[in-house]
């Protein structure tokens, strides 16, 4: 049900179908769709299994959406997953997942985005580089530094730029939201197009399609844990399992942050209905997409040329490969435009949830204010403020012997992204809480059988309980084959346990109230 306190707040119910659908599809298309296919393509080393790949990970993302539909129609509050895990389970539980929203997972993948944002844009413009420094990296240990190059500047003023705009208004983030979704999946639409007709080659298409499920060329899956056997794809119908599941990290992430909407849901008109209209729009045209460029890629390159495409940018390469060198800087400004409008998605929405934990008394007092404008401008700039600093760290690239590795072309040292590690870090805890919404969504049927559920989640309980089995089962691998990039992620989430246990201590009881007067919704 609506929560009228949020609306006296001054919360304006402004996002209609195609805004809702918009955040939805376009807080998802960011880069991983023109890039991740190549690490994707090396661990299954087959057509068959890049497509079952991304096939999976839309199954499995359309699947949870339309579980997402029942609860945010029950609870269309700012907050949505947050509020979720606290109604099913209790204050906790949501606050760890915000907490590591917060921490990592929403800022890290706004400083990670943002990147990709300048990197493509040194493309265009050549100033733009990791190695040109406005500050020269400073090392702070072995294994980490601190720098500021041209590439992270641009990072650091896209981020500052988009909040700054959604500061001023709800009008204003959605528009910005609308125009470069539009143009972004015209742009994604377009290359598949173009791929399916003007660039298909059938020799290509022989190629790929006759050895449909035989793995090649494929990379061999260490286990992190000594006593697990290493496996790859080529080992027969487990080793295409494994391979299968250790691949769906890139596609399920490029396919994540759908659940955006539900952090803005007390923002959207009529949320009972068009929340789950727009969680099923969203997430079903852009699983469709990926499934369709994926096949264009196939039918322009080999599978070979795929796994070993340059710097992983598998669309570029398919550009490249039908319109030459003007390929990559189609690529590129396609690339720029997704990326810009995907950021403007995560910074919109991520501010919601923290604005909802401080109105529990869970976060800072100021995040759970609403400046004139009706939007948590405190908590879009404290987001800001964090993603910007995780831009700034680097990590020392070393060699199998421990020794800094050099770029070849200027024989300095080579550094690499923090945010990147912090995101493999959380894959597995952000998974873990997918998980824990989908069986609280059993658990609200129990507690709270005759609540108002004006959405039926689809296929209840056979197709959540399926969600939960394989997701769990992907979890299980990576927990054996990606313990180092598991392990970490659950102590990120640990450490809000005394983060918690501080602000129930020292913060005030919890309010639904704050500080901005009633008035009527503007639309």
């Known amino acids: 049900m609506n929560d009228p306190a949020q609306n006296r707040l001054g919360f304006v119910r402004s996002l209609g179908l195609v805004d809702s659908s918009m955040i939805v599809g376009g807080s998802m298309i960011g880069s991983g769709i023109f890039i991740v296919s190549a690490d994707i393509g090396r661990l299954t080393g087959s057509p068959g299994l890049l497509l079952t790949s991304w096939v999976v990970a839309g199954l499995l993302t359309v699947a949870c959406a339309l579980a997402y539909s029942e609860l945010a129609s029950m609870m269309p509050q700012a907050g949505g997953q947050y509020v979720f895990l606290r109604e099913a389970y209790s204050p906790l539980w949501g606050f760890l997942y915000g907490w590591t929203l917060f921490l990592v997972i929403q800022t890290g993948t706004i400083a990670a985005v943002a990147v990709a944002f300048a990197r493509f844009l040194g493309v265009l413009v050549p100033w733009v580089s990791p190695t040109r420094y406005v500050i020269a990296p400073l090392d702070v240990s072995g294994g980490y530094a601190v720098s500021l190059s041209t590439q992270q500047l641009v990072a650091v003023l896209l981020i500052v730029v988009l909040t700054l705009l959604n500061t001023r208004g709800l009008s204003v983030g959605k528009t910005v939201q609308n125009i470069f979704t539009s143009v972004k999946t015209a742009s994604l639409f377009g290359l598949i197009v173009v791929g399916l007709t003007v660039g298909a080659r059938s020799d290509v298409i022989r190629e790929n399609f006759a050895s449909f499920w035989t793995p090649r060329g494929v990379d061999p899956i260490v286990p992190d844990l000594a006593f697990v056997p290493t496996i790859s ?27 955006n909407l539900t952090f803005a849901a007390a923002e959207v008109r009529d949320p009972e209905r068009t929340v789950p209209r727009a969680l099923a729009i969203g997430t079903g045209g852009v699983v469709a997409l990926y499934a369709l460029a994926n096949v264009a890629y196939l039918a322009v390159l080999p599978l070979g ?174 927990a054996i084959y990606r313990t180092q990039t598991t392990w970490p992620g659950l102590c990120i989430v640990l450490t809000g346990l005394p983060a918690y246990f501080v602000w129930r201590k020292v913060s005030p009881a919890p309010r639904v109230g704050g500080e901005v007067p009633a008035e009527t919704p503007r639309r």
């Open 233 to 259: 794809a080529g080992d027969g119908f487990i080793g295409m399992v494994i391979a299968t599941c250790v691949a769906l990290v890139g596609s399920l992430f490029s396919s994540d942050a759908w659940n």
């Open 305 to 478: 040329a795929i796994q070993h495409a340059p710097d992983d940018r598998v669309a570029t390469l398919a550009l490249q490969t039908m319109f030459g060198g003007v390929g990559a800087t189609i690529m590129a400004v396609a690339v720029v435009i997704a990326t810009f409008g995907c950021n403007n998605g995560l910074v919109l929405a991520g501010a919601r949830v923290y604005w909802a934990m401080a109105q529990n008394g869970l976060f800072f007092a100021a995040v759970g204010r609403l400046n004139d404008r009706r939007v948590p401008a405190v908590a879009l700039v404290l987001q800001g403020l964090w993603a910007c600093l995780l831009v700034l760290p680097r990590t020392r690239l070393r060699d199998a012997s421990g020794a800094p590795l050099l770029d070849a072309a200027t024989g300095l040292e080579r550094y690499g992204n923090l945010y990147s590690n912090l995101l493999d870090y959380v894959v597995f805890a952000v998974l873990i809480f997918y998980v824990l919404t989908i069986i609280g969504l059993f658990v609200l049927r129990r507690k709270r059988p005759d609540a108002p559920r004006p959405y039926r989640a689809f296929g209840f309980p056979v197709v959540p309980a399926l969600y939960v089995l394989v997701t769990s089962f992907v979890m299980v691998v990576l």
